[in-house]
């Protein structure tokens, strides 16, 4: 887990924490043994904490900062908890598996937020389509009814509006009342929420909902990652937090589903049921989190250390030594120094501007690569040339790519660094997008084997995209952040991610359309251009994170190393 999980030793005891230390054995002046440089032993106790070697949970709960005549010298807190970091460091995959499984379920059940945050925009979507919805909500032209294409795009970023102001007001409560309570209330006001949207009876009303509904739905993006690398090891950090990645694939993949078997339905219920689905989310989700542990880490920040050991304990497997970890968690959230505020995170002490900069950059840059298209992938395989039943059929193609891309993309992480994946990645989504371009620019862009073959690259695309830069983000975001502003950081990317891709939502319109500037997959110019400058950006600035303890990372941005160096720079520090 993110709180550095040794296993309990049986050398020297059930209790035995091994303490390395640069130092020799001397007798201080009440005659008991202390530890100085150039030796490494072994003792049984607790954990040690500002120096001291404590013998019971108690004693760390109650003396924390409490020191006494044989305190050891000064650091051997940090000693300790190096040990305990050493020990996450060597555990292997299938072995973190087997030591922290409620770890796992916990982190899978708070992304399910990210299923419903991607569950209800994609619905909206799809409903504009529906002969139900524009009969009930729309006006009739030509004979025809229709939404009007300004309540169209009003509707279209209703829910990510909502979800940019979510976002940024999500760390406050997150920070104050924990991960865990701030999930429920979440949970407990999209249900509430849903009854707008479940019983619109006109656009206003529904627009309004959708915006409350965002508003909400913008926190569980915040939440889930935060949580899942803050209660996973380190051999598990990389795939719990880009889980998020595929529960947003799942979510639209979901909403698509549930429309295509609604649309033929008669009178309101077509679309109602789509909006009442949320409400089974909702039932899921709340019995589940109301059971789970807290961060350890949110319960350290707030003093609450017997709450955060026992967390620690419902996360891990019994064998796993939750004292020791309970002093790695003490130890390097001390490290970090007081930071409460989106101020702090644009401060330059510590890194922490960088980390913030290279946080929003790497979720920034998904809309730069073009991902956005992919609400707008029916629309672009039937301009591409395709009928409407091949449109929708690679539409579907186009979701299941990226739930296959997402489980690939875990299965890389465990070769491969997070810095090549994502560098290797983006290279190849902004080659694909020229070529995109390049065909539809061709003499026979007009011909059916040119519109199969943009299909094709665009379905390549989303594949290389959720193997990459889709789930590979969301790791980067939680492990460049610091731990104390965590929260704010994925929260200011978030909102930033959030704004562009409404721009680029009210953009693509615009550039696709044939009463547009027309250009169709001619747009593959623009985005292979934006992912190119992405790419430079990325090498420069984005560093290799995976393999490294929290603790860690934190001294390789006080000490300003740069992306580059940071693997070089890790060696040495070890």
Request: glycine share 10%; net charge negative.
């Amino acid at each position: 887990m993110r709180q550095s999980l040794g296993v309990k030793g049986h050398e020297a005891g059930e209790n035995s924490l091994l303490l390395s230390s640069k130092s020799d054995h001397y007798k201080n002046g009440n005659g008991n043994e202390q530890v100085t440089e150039n030796e490494t032993v072994r003792r049984t106790g607790y954990g040690a904490i500002d120096g001291h070697v404590y013998e019971s949970e108690d004693e760390v709960i109650n003396g924390a900062n409490h020191t006494t005549e044989d305190d050891a010298s000064a650091g051997r807190d940090a000693v300790a908890a190096q040990a305990s970091l050493e020990k996450e460091k060597e555990l292997h995959f299938k072995d973190a598996i087997r030591l922290y499984p409620r770890a796992v379920v916990w982190g899978v059940v708070f992304s399910l937020g990210v299923v419903m945050l991607a569950f209800d925009p994609q619905v909206m979507g799809n409903l504009l389509a529906m002969s139900a919805f524009q009969r009930d909500f729309g006006v009739v032209d030509n004979g025809e009814y229709i939404i009007p294409s300004t309540w169209q795009s009003a509707l279209s970023i209703g829910n990510p509006l909502g979800q940019c102001f979510g976002a940024l007001l999500a760390g406050h409560p997150m920070d104050m009342y924990g991960r865990r309570a701030s999930f429920t209330a979440c949970t407990i006001l999209t249900s509430g929420l849903v009854f707008i949207e479940f019983f619109a009876t006109n656009l206003q009303t529904l627009l309004i909902g959708e915006l409350l509904n965002g508003l909400v739905l913008g926190a569980f993006v915040v939440i889930a990652p935060a949580y899942a690398s803050e209660v996973c090891p380190l051999a598990l950090r990389g795939i719990l937090t880009s889980w998020t990645n595929a529960c947003f694939v799942i979510g639209q993949l979901l909403a698509n589903g549930v429309t295509a078997a609604t649309k033929d339905l008669d009178g309101r219920w077509a679309y109602r049921v789509p909006f009442a689905c949320q409400w089974l989310g909702c039932l899921i989700v709340l019995p589940l989190v109301l059971f789970a542990p807290e961060s350890p880490w949110w319960l350290v920040r707030r003093g609450r250390l017997s709450d955060a050991a026992d967390a620690l304990r419902r996360l891990s497997a019994p064998e796993v030594d939750v004292k020791s970890a309970l002093a790695a968690i003490i130890e390097t959230d001390k490290r970090e120094q007081s930071q409460s505020t989106y101020r702090d995170c644009f401060v330059t002490d510590g890194g922490n501007l960088r980390r913030t900069e290279i946080g929003i950059g790497v979720y920034a840059i998904q809309v730069f690569s073009g991902i956005y298209l992919i609400g707008f992938g029916t629309l672009f395989f039937e301009l591409a040339g395709l009928n409407t039943e091949q449109a929708f059929n690679m539409g579907v193609a186009f979701f299941v790519a990226g739930l296959v891309g997402s489980i690939l993309s875990w299965i890389i992480m465990g070769f491969a660094g997070r810095r090549a994946i994502y560098l290797h990645g983006l290279a190849v989504l902004a080659v694909l997008q020229f070529l995109i371009g390049i065909s539809a620019s061709s003499s026979y862009a007009t011909s059916k084997a040119t519109a199969w073959t943009q299909c094709l690259l665009m379905l390549i695309w989303n594949l290389v995209y959720n193997i990459s830069i889709g789930p590979i983000c969301f790791v980067i975001l939680c492990e460049v952040s610091a731990a104390k502003a965590r929260a704010k950081v994925i929260a200011i990317a978030t909102a930033v991610q959030a704004a562009l891709g409404m721009a680029v939502t009210l953009a693509i319109p615009s550039l696709m359309n044939p009463d547009g500037l027309d250009l169709r997959g001619k747009t593959g110019y623009i985005w292979g251009t934006l992912a190119a400058l992405s790419w430079f950006w990325a090498f420069v600035r984005v560093p290799e994170t995976s393999g490294k303890t929290y603790e860690e990372l934190d001294r390789l941005f006080e000490q300003g190393v740069k992306a580059r160096d940071f693997q070089r720079e890790h060696r040495i520090l070890l």
